[in-house]
């Protein structure tokens, strides 16, 4: 895939922190999807299997694909900025890394060309609903006939509250507040079903996966994931926003961060996302 200048316009900080995070997040929605990778029912076996992972950061989800399909498959990552692509030495020769925008449209060789298309956790960057719908349409171009598209998206603003959950309350509030800052949108979730049938798929699925933080999971792991997510993110938000004007200090954010970790290992919380799919109509 030729390289194209592409402008960088991720609002969230790019440094470690924010790649543990993401990996914390991989990691954590997989275990979810219990340890798969898609849920649509794409042919994964198929030797001629094309991928695309849009906004795919590192490479982390694409990487991983490679350790379950055949070696011939052909697997494509884009994202705005190669700053942080995973070498081509720490990667498959299969796993090719490139840059795109969600916002542009696809190339012409790739429009109609992979098996799927996935994408999670981007859409909260679109500032109203026809920007998202172009988005998806743009992605949904590159599925070819009897394709398939994955996308996953999460709502910030789906928690348990009460005073019992005064920390997770305050935590979603501070996230949902840098999240516009930077032109996010906190629950692009809500979306999914209705951008992928603007976008012609068919057979739209959905999904809602329950995350259960802390003390709320019966699976002590898979709640420490979730707990160890929220503290990167609590983190990361603080590099990028702390003492800025409308936004927490640096010892504020500090407090909020002990009294998160503390409320999530005694009483827990849950929160929600949604993936969903559908298919591209076959030619006949």
Excluded at 218 to 231: F, S, T
């Amino acid at each position: 895939m030729s390289e194209q200048k592409v402008k960088d316009t991720y609002g969230g900080p790019r440094h470690k922190v924010e790649y543990d995070r993401l990996r914390a997040q991989h990691e954590l929605v997989k275990a979810e999807m219990g340890g798969k990778l898609l849920l649509c029912p794409a042919d994964l076996s198929r030797p001629d299997l094309r991928v695309l992972d849009s906004a795919t950061a590192e490479g982390t989800w694409l990487v991983d694909l490679a350790t379950t399909v055949p070696s011939s498959a052909t697997l494509i990552g884009t994202d705005i900025s190669a700053q942080h692509f995973l070498p081509p030495a720490d990667r498959p020769a299969n796993v090719e890394l490139s840059l795109h925008s969600i916002f542009d449209t696809w190339p012409a060789h790739l429009q109609e060309y992979f098996d799927v298309a996935h994408q999670r956790f981007v859409l909260s960057v679109c500032p109203n609903d026809d920007a998202g719908v172009d988005a998806v349409k743009k992605l949904f171009a590159c599925v070819k006939p009897g394709g398939w598209i994955e996308l996953h998206e999460g709502d910030m603003q789906s928690i348990r509250e009460g005073p019992e959950h005064a920390a997770f309350t305050r935590f979603r509030d501070v996230m949902v507040r840098a999240w516009g800052a930077i032109g996010n949108r906190p629950r692009p979730a809500e979306h999914l079903v209705e951008w992928l049938q603007k976008a012609g798929a068919v057979d739209v699925q959905e999904h809602v996966q329950t995350i259960k933080v802390g003390a709320a999971s019966e699976d002590r792991e898979q709640g420490q994931r979730a707990v160890d997510m929220l503290l990167f993110l609590s983190d990361a938000m603080k590099k990028m926003l702390a003492d800025k004007p409308g936004h927490p200090s640096a010892e504020e954010f500090d407090q909020l961060k002990v009294d998160l970790e503390k409320e999530m290992n005694t009483v827990g919380n849950v929160y929600h996302y949604r993936l969903a799919f559908g298919r591209k109509v076959s030619q006949k």
